[in-house]
């Protein structure tokens, strides 16, 4: 199946970590949501990938917005986010709109990614080294139970 892989990762860079191990190791095509314009077809794709850090409790708003736009659908989707807290309920509002658009939710994928937002900043953040080999084993495994 030929999979893209939409993403917004600026911070520290912690998704687009995970999403580059996917490139390399499967071959998915990635896409900065920055990228997309009305060219980019995405029904040429079997399978789309969201992924984001958490920005506000929740996905960036530019793939929020890309989703809630309609452009997606009829597709299996799935989810990969970074965060300082590993807490599903931040794709919430995005799996809700996915689903909206009648499209097939595959699953999320979520795990800790360094941080240095607000005070954390003064402490030198948290999460350090994060994500690691180990998170990207388990998106390994994501992948191979619920996209391959």
């Known amino acids: 199946m030929k999979t893209l892989i939409i993403y917004k990762s600026y911070h520290h860079q912690n998704t687009y970590r995970l999403i580059k191990h996917l490139n390399d190791k499967e071959g998915f095509t990635l896409m900065d949501v920055d990228e997309l314009t009305e060219n980019t077809n995405i029904d040429d794709y079997d399978v789309i990938g ?55 939710f595959l699953g999320c994928f979520h795990t800790k990614g360094y941080c240095t937002f607000g005070p954390l900043k003064l402490f030198g953040g948290v999460n350090k080294n994060l994500p690691d080999d180990a998170d990207c084993k388990n998106l390994d495994h994501f992948i191979e139970k619920y996209v391959n």
């Not at 965060?83 to 097939?104: P, Q, Y």
């Open 50 to 104: 969201l992924a984001s850090g958490i920005y506000g409790f929740e996905f960036h708003k530019d793939i929020l917005k890309l989703v809630s736009s309609g452009k997606i659908k009829n597709k299996k989707v799935f989810l990969i986010f970074t965060s300082c807290m590993d807490k599903e309920s931040f794709a919430s509002t995005l799996k809700k709109e996915v689903m909206n658009n009648n499209n097939i």
